[in-house]
């Protein structure tokens, strides 16, 4: 699989929406919060970050931004907010149950691009079933995981490479999925340690918040919810 599918520079910036997410995410919060020539400035930051979503059609991106925002501006400070960060090994399961209820809604025919793509999450769920077939053999390396770019060293890309048939390299996609992708890279013990830092970083915010009410504390909040 290595040989078929060498790695390839990519042109443009990879995964866009999501990083100018927690732009919105952190900026909003701060528009918020600030005041005087600050607040001039994260507003434009703020306008700068949901032109930028709209113009690449980034609905997943601006959801969760705006959920974050809600969510850090009534719990920022509880320890419930923080403790988010212990379902993200079950965000596969999340979604799809989500997506499963909205595949019987009206919604469908609102927020699809093309046809009904909004049911399978624009084909990300296929992508998740292919590697979730795959995880579900375990094995002592998807404990430490099949290292950067686990998609193609493990194999389980050439289950799902034909959705990107029309690309440079359809070899080279991602799982579409952090929790999933985190255990093909660096296995259930990264992603384990990837939760929990997750979890003491949010907490040590939370504190910072608590203790002197620190505005860029609340942002970064924000961010880790996004």
């Given at each position: 699989d290595l040989a078929m599918c060498p790695e390839t520079p990519k042109q443009g910036v990879v995964n866009f929406g999501d990083i100018v997410g927690v732009a919105l995410a952190a900026s909003g919060l701060l528009a918020i919060r600030v005041t005087g020539r600050q607040r001039l400035f994260t507003?434009?930051?703020?306008?700068?970050?949901?032109?930028?979503?709209?113009?690449?059609?980034?609905?997943?991106?601006?959801?969760?931004?705006?959920?974050?925002?809600?969510?850090?501006?009534?719990a920022g400070q509880r320890r419930a907010l923080a403790c988010l960060a212990f379902f993200v090994p079950a965000t596969t399961?999340?979604?799809?149950?989500v997506l499963g209820i909205i595949a019987h809604t009206s919604l469908v025919g609102t927020f699809s691009r093309h046809g009904e793509d909004l049911v399978t999450g624009t084909d990300r769920t296929l992508i998740w079933q292919a590697v979730l077939g795959f995880l579900s053999h375990p094995n002592l390396t998807q404990l430490y995981g099949y290292g950067a770019n686990g998609q193609i060293s493990s194999g389980v890309n050439s289950d799902y490479d034909y959705l990107f048939y029309r690309t440079l390299d359809?070899?080279?996609?991602?799982?579409?999925?952090?929790?999933?992708?985190?255990?093909?890279?660096?296995?259930?013990?990264?992603?384990?340690?990837?939760?929990?830092?997750?979890?003491?970083?949010?907490?040590?915010?939370?504190?910072?918040?608590?203790?002197?009410?620190?505005?860029?504390?609340?942002?970064?909040?924000?961010?880790?919810?996004?």
């Open positions: 507003i434009l930051l703020l306008m700068t970050s949901m032109y930028a979503l709209l113009a690449t059609d980034a609905r997943g991106a601006l959801l969760c931004a705006i959920v974050a925002i809600i969510l850090v501006l009534l399961v999340i979604v799809s149950f359809p070899c080279s996609y991602s799982a579409h999925n952090f929790m999933l992708q985190t255990v093909l890279d660096i296995g259930y013990m990264g992603l384990l340690v990837f939760v929990v830092l997750l979890y003491l970083t949010a907490r040590r915010l939370q504190k910072m918040i608590l203790a002197y009410d620190s505005v860029p504390a609340r942002a970064l909040v924000g961010t880790l919810v996004y």
